[in-house]
């Protein structure tokens, strides 16, 4: 499976982006997906992610209330769109697939993500 991530660019504090990611090669309902993002100078950290179904999602505390995670299998498409965005949200972000049985019991750690996006890169200036 390919993951494509796109839609990241500049904003200014306080602002919205949405991101996408677009799974091909296979269909998307096959695997549970994430969102992680990696700041310069610091670990890759996880964002969000969503169950195979859409029906359970979760998110980082320090984005939880701002960043909502969605899909649409028919469309083979999952999105973050983020709202009232922080510098600290600068980074380059990657979506992730899993296709394991335990992703409710992993969905946090990068180990457990079998694919990934080339990541695409979000600053927000003050």
């Known amino acids: 499976v390919q993951l494509q991530a796109f839609g990241g660019g500049l904003v200014q504090a306080g602002g919205s982006l949405r991101l996408s990611c677009a799974v091909s090669?296979?269909?998307?309902?096959?695997?549970?997906m994430g969102w992680f993002r990696q700041a310069p100078g610091k670990e890759r950290e996880f964002v969000a992610a969503?169950?195979?179904?859409?029906?359970?999602?979760y998110y980082a505390d320090s984005v939880k209330g701002r960043f909502l995670i969605s899909r649409d299998n028919a469309r083979n498409t999952v999105w973050l769109q983020s709202h009232s965005l922080k510098p600290d949200d600068t980074a380059v972000y990657y979506c992730?697939?899993?296709?394991?049985?335990?992703?409710?019991?992993?969905?946090?750690?990068?180990?457990?993500?079998?694919?990934w996006g080339q990541g695409t890169q979000v600053t927000v200036s003050s």
């Open positions: 969503i169950t195979r179904t859409g029906a359970t999602t």
């Open positions: 992730a697939a899993d296709r394991s049985d335990l992703f409710s019991n992993r969905y946090y750690s990068q180990s457990g993500y079998d694919y």
């Open positions: 090669g296979r269909t998307a309902r096959k695997y549970h």
